[in-house]
């Protein structure tokens, strides 16, 4: 089970990598609050708790590796989500997203929900 996606940005790497990775401006995209750890190993909560897990790799502007799960699953069920962050332009990146990992019964809600809770409200942020 693997969930792949690749979604264009307009803003650079350096950007779009810390509106993924600073807890302030993910809150502020994401209308909840978030907790995130960008060193590997630390712990990351976003979404007011519903989604937690543990930064594994990051290479700021290029990559962000998490284990990743959310708050519906079983204790210990976690995925792995990986953001490459691929420079177009000097005001464009395209993002290329993997999910692997995730209980097979998320897979519908899981695909959905990476377009509607991150893509769409970081493409409305990034144009504020």
Known sequence: MAIHQE?????NTKTLYEI???SQQFTNFSGAPAEIGT???ESFTAFGGMITGQTI????GKRLVQAW???NWGD???SI???DLEPLNDVQTKLVFDHTGYPETHKEHLEQGWHERYWAPIKNY???
């Open 76 to 78: 210990g069920v976690y």
């Open 20 to 22: 993924l990775t600073n």
């Open 126 to 128: 990034i144009k504020e």
């Open 7 to 11: 979604v264009v940005f307009d803003t």
């Open 81 to 83: 989500v990986k953001f």
């Open 57 to 60: 790799e990051s290479l700021p």
């Open 39 to 41: 060193s590997p190993g």
């Open 69 to 71: 799960r959310a708050g």
